[in-house]
């Protein structure tokens, strides 16, 4: 699977601005700064995610840039695909029969990798800003890591 820096930054600078935004503009330079993304690389990433009708620009003091939508109606995938990001999971283009090989053929594990990748979109397009923000999202890193000794002197307390 290939998801670029541009992805990911696109994805961490919309969270950031949905958690700290409260209805008033954000100034990329402080979503840069908290984020620890390059001021000039944000600017870019913002520039196709307002032209893709996700962020609305505020100019003058105090400007900034705006969700142009509830977090809850922008989906992770938009923000990916509005910054020129598809998903790649094969070395063949999404959707045609010809194949990467050179004679055109499909692999043998290309269903499996396609699919692959059809598996991420949906999952991408079912989380919203909000999910993320809000900390709806399962995964490993919040969980406390336990030594199997902990485990044993459970096992004992409770007997």
């Known amino acids: 699977m290939r998801l670029s ?7 961490m600078a919309m969270v950031d601005l ?6 008033s503009p954000v100034a990329l330079a402080d979503i840069a700064e908290r984020q620890e993304i390059s001021l000039s690389y944000l ?3 913002f520039a196709k995610l307002r032209k893709g009708g996700l962020v609305k ?3 003058g003091p105090g400007g900034g840039y705006l969700l142009a939508h509830p977090a809850g109606a922008t989906r992770v995938s938009d923000i990916i695909l509005a910054v020129d990001e598809p998903i790649r999971t094969t070395r063949c283009a999404n959707g045609t029969p010809q194949g990467c090989r050179t004679n055109r053929s499909r692999c043998l594990t290309h269903d499996l990798w396609e ?6 979109h949906m999952y991408l397009s079912s989380v919203t800003v909000a999910d993320v923000v809000e900390r709806r999202i399962i ?12 485990d044993e002197g459970a096992a004992v307390a409770a007997e």
């Open 115 to 120: 699919e692959l990748g059809n598996q991420i």
């Open 18 to 23: 949905a958690a700290t935004s409260q209805g």
């Open 5 to 11: 820096t541009k992805g990911r930054y696109a994805v």
């Open 57 to 59: 620009s505020v100019r």
């Open 139 to 150: 995964g490993t890193s919040s969980l406390t890591i336990r030594s199997p000794q902990a």
């Open 43 to 45: 600017e870019q990433l």
